[in-house]
């Protein structure tokens, strides 16, 4: 029989137990909203608008992507109930870009390989690769290249900020912002206009100037010469223009000099953004000097610059409505760089484990991590754990789910998965009245985790109707069926588990 001939039968659309990958499961995300989430999830979650940090560990399969999932549909629905006092979400996924862009810094011999560049990665790069992300969205909703219904003109209210705050956002976009597509630059220059900075570069002005005053000077005083001779006033006045020239002249080199230096200081460092010392030497020199002296620029290998520059982007979100920064860290295992090895993920997660990070104010560091990381955690020395302080951090050990909550589980997908006027059934209703759901809830138990549970139930199907022909279908799964492949999964499991066997 066709399992779509089963499904069919119970008023099941779609089969609930093919995906394995939250993200690409159009079933979890019906349920999204229907509160199916691990008991754990509000300790990991808190409140959007007081975040906290949260660290946890979880198997392939557990669910941390779902959490993930679930922590972003919590926090717009949040949004979408209230003018103010938002949450701003900054989606830390994806860590190939921080590893490529590291390694395409790091040019001569070995430093290119993968190990190297994890084996110097810094807290610094991991913080400019956040403010670049949250800054970059910032960026591209104030030019209009994302909408937010409800939210009014985020541009006009950007214009509204205070002097030193609409200078703050400038200096943020010019060492951070990274557009997908476009111009770096011209994407920087209409910024500056909607933010109605538009002053033109003090550097260019002075040399123009100053040039212009220099060859008058040259030029006048070469036509008193040709023609015999000025008087003394008109001497001395020339030689003041160019005297003046000069000194402008000078006052630019100085400044360029200056400048040049920065920002070969600000890209050496800032090694997780792909920005030329020209490009930032081409924004920077349109600020004043003075607005520049007093930003917190990244240009040392410390992260007290970058800690000051995410408060000052704090203080620019909360002119826009956001009091809250949301960081979610997930999929770590899966740079290519990385490729599921524990020690590479050791090096990639650990200078984030670090308490003035996951503690900082009015930001809330989600940390989603694989289970191979905490057997490292546990060989760790007394000085690792009081600097990360992971009890300060809603620690969560392990995620365990047990039988019944998998059984649950199993059910609420089924009745996603039904045609809406048809009769609700459980997990049960598809076995044989000899299979009793503490039976059931006795193998999902086996399982552990909802990847390994919904294999085992399509497992279950799939051998049910490979035995059942369509001229004498059976609508009901027997218990030899269900003890068949309960074992040959619970082995897979502990395979697993052992490392005899892939997920």
């Not at 020199?285 to 520059?309: F, I, K």
């Not at 047990?402 to 997990?427: F, N």
């Not at 022909?469 to 269900?482: K, M, V, Y």
Request: hydrophobic share 40%; aromatic share 6%.
């Amino acid at each position: 029989m066709h399992v779509q001939t089963f499904l069919k039968h119970w008023a099941i659309v779609e089969n609930p137990f093919s995906a394995e990958e939250a993200r690409d499961d159009p079933v979890f995300a019906r349920l999204l909203d229907e509160g199916t989430a691990h008991p754990e999830f509000e300790k990991v979650m808190g409140q959007p608008d007081r975040p906290r940090a949260a660290v946890v560990f979880g198997e392939k399969g557990s669910g941390k992507t779902a959490l993930r999932l679930m922590m972003e549909r919590r926090i717009e629905r949040y949004n979408s109930e209230r003018t103010d006092h938002l949450a701003w979400v900054v989606r830390y996924d994806d860590l190939n870009g921080l590893l490529d862009q590291l390694s395409h810094r790091r040019r001569s011999g070995r430093a290119r390989q993968a190990e190297e560049v994890l084996k110097r990665l810094r807290l610094v790069d991991h913080l400019d690769a956040i403010l670049s992300l949250a800054v970059t969205r910032l960026v591209d909703l104030l030019l209009g290249q994302t909408q937010q219904p409800g939210r009014g003109n985020p541009a006009k209210a950007a214009r509204k900020m205070s002097r030193q705050k609409r200078i703050d956002l400038a200096v943020l976009a010019a060492l951070y912002d990274q557009p997908r597509s476009g111009s770096f630059t011209g994407r920087w220059a209409k910024l500056r206009r909607t933010l109605r900075l538009g002053y033109l570069p003090w550097m260019n002005m002075a040399t123009w100037i100053g040039w212009l005053c220099v060859l008058t000077a040259l030029g006048v005083g070469l036509g008193l010469e040709y023609s015999g001779g000025g008087q003394m006033l008109d001497m001395l006045t020339v030689g003041v223009i160019g005297a003046a020239g000069a000194l402008l002249l000078a006052a630019a080199a100085w400044r360029t000099a200056a400048l040049w230096r920065l920002t070969h200081r600000i890209t050496r460092q800032t090694k997780a953004i792909d920005r030329s010392a020209g490009q930032l030497r081409q924004v920077l020199g349109q600020l004043h000097l003075n607005d520049l002296s007093e930003q917190p620029l990244p240009d040392a290998d410390d992260a007290d610059a970058r800690y000051r520059l995410m408060t000052q982007l704090s203080g620019v979100l909360s002119q826009l409505g956001y009091d809250s920064v949301i960081v979610l860290i997930d999929r770590v295992d899966e740079p290519a760089a990385v490729s599921g090895d524990p020690v590479k993920m050791r090096s990639l997660i650990w200078p984030m484990l670090n308490n003035k990070f996951l503690q900082q104010d009015g930001v809330g560091i989600k940390l989603l991590l694989p289970l191979e990381l905490r057997h490292l955690l546990h060989r760790e020395d007394a000085a690792f754990f009081q600097q990360a302080r992971l009890d300060k951090q809603h620690f969560i050990d392990r995620l365990i789910w047990s039988g019944t909550l998998l059984y649950d589980l199993c059910t609420k997908r089924l009745q996603a998965c039904q045609r809406s006027e048809a009769q609700p059934v459980t997990l049960r209703s598809l076995f044989d009245d000899d299979v009793t759901e503490r039976d059931l809830v006795d193998a999902l138990d086996q399982m552990h985790q909802p990847r390994d549970a919904f294999k085992f139930v399509y497992q279950v199907i799939q051998e049910h109707c490979a035995n059942v022909s369509e001229e004498r279908p059976a609508w009901r799964i027997g218990r030899a069926t269900l003890e068949y492949v309960r074992k040959q999964q619970s082995q897979r499991v502990q395979e697993l588990y052992r490392g005899l066997t892939p997920a």
